[in-house]
């Protein structure tokens, strides 16, 4: 298959000083730790990978700190990502981080890390607490985004593993990463659809970690559910596919076969985008993944070319810029 150069839409920057606050707060990952990270080592990984940029962001965010302390680590975040941005334009792009325990702030800093810092986006978290996307408290800040047209990149959280005294854990012994992030993205996306949020807010475009989730294989039963339930609202299938088809998915763990068909046939490859998840998911979990894709058998050429690099452009027109594969 012929030489693509990757645009990765899901890659973390842990800074020391993040990582230090993450880990005194007891929000550490749910893995316990964070792996060791650096910009050598990510533009290693990169050209290992074929990847020529990397739009990257902070998990798990800011709001394991109490709001003013959230508000401060948000810019230190932001300023450090666009420092990044400045000394290696061609390889980094960044998603700003957002203080979301008051609307007010989150604004704010979205009209700094967007207007004066040029970052490329967001990233917002699946939910806040027992608060998912869609809420009407999130509304001031979907209309800020909305009114930039801007890009939202979703990360899953799990409250209850990663937010201090964050209420009821699961006995199963298995991290969060494993089935409660595709799960809260689920639930995320869902409730973005049906509490009209999508339809409020059309022009941000959402980009959906881990291929959405469980919502592709999903959108059949909730088509169900409004001949179950009387107060579930009445949508149409197609409807429904549409709305699916209004987000982007990234490719991040992600990437079997059966997975990406099911995706495919649900939303087409024009909305699908690469996405490493590095270094959360190391080395060995990335080249398996680009493998996948390269695979003839799983993606077309076209279809390989459009989620490696074509869709990127399309979401972010200033990549046009970027040095042209050669």
């Not at 990270?37 to 074929?50: I, V």
């Amino acid at each position: 298959m012929a030489h693509t150069s990757r645009i990765d839409n899901h890659q973390h920057i842990v800074p020391d000083f993040y990582e230090q606050a993450v880990m005194e707060a007891g929000a550490g990952p749910t893995r316990g730790s964070f792996p060791d990270w650096s910009t050598q080592r990510a533009m290693h990984m990169m050209d290992a990978s074929d990847i020529e940029m990397a739009i990257t962001s902070v998990v798990p965010g800011v709001h394991f700190l109490a709001p003013q302390k959230a508000r401060e680590m948000s810019r230190r975040c932001n300023d450090y990502a666009a420092d990044l941005c400045v000394r290696w334009p061609e390889r980094f792009g960044a998603f700003a981080t957002v203080p979301m325990h008051d609307a007010t702030h989150a604004v704010e800093e979205i009209d700094y890390a967007l207007g004066v810092l040029q970052l490329d986006g967001v990233c917002l978290l699946s939910s806040y607490g027992d608060s998912y996307l869609g809420d009407e408290a999130f509304d001031p800040v979907l209309d800020a985004l909305n009114q930039r047209a801007a890009v939202a990149f979703i990360h899953p959280f799990n409250s209850a593993q990663q937010l201090p005294g964050g209420g009821h854990k699961s006995n199963l012994p298995y991290p969060a990463f494993m089935i409660e992030y595709p799960f809260d993205t689920t639930r995320m996306a869902a409730h973005l659809m049906f509490s009209g949020a999508l339809e409020r807010f059309p022009r941000i475009r959402f980009i959906l970690s881990h291929a959405g989730g469980t919502l592709p294989f999903l959108a059949w039963r909730m088509y169900c559910c409004q001949m179950v339930s009387p107060k579930f609202p009445k949508w149409s299938y197609e409807k429904i596919r549409a709305a699916l088809r209004h987000f982007w998915y990234d490719t991040a763990m992600s990437a079997g076969p059966e997975m990406i068909a099911c995706l495919l046939s649900m939303v087409g490859p024009e909305r699908v985008v690469f996405g490493s998840d590095w270094p959360m998911v190391n080395e060995q979990g990335v080249a398996e993944c680009v493998q996948t894709l390269s695979d003839k058998g799983v993606l077309s050429e076209s279809q390989s070319a459009a989620i490696a690099r074509g869709n990127a452009l399309a979401l972010f027109p200033r990549l046009q810029k970027a040095r042209q594969p050669a």
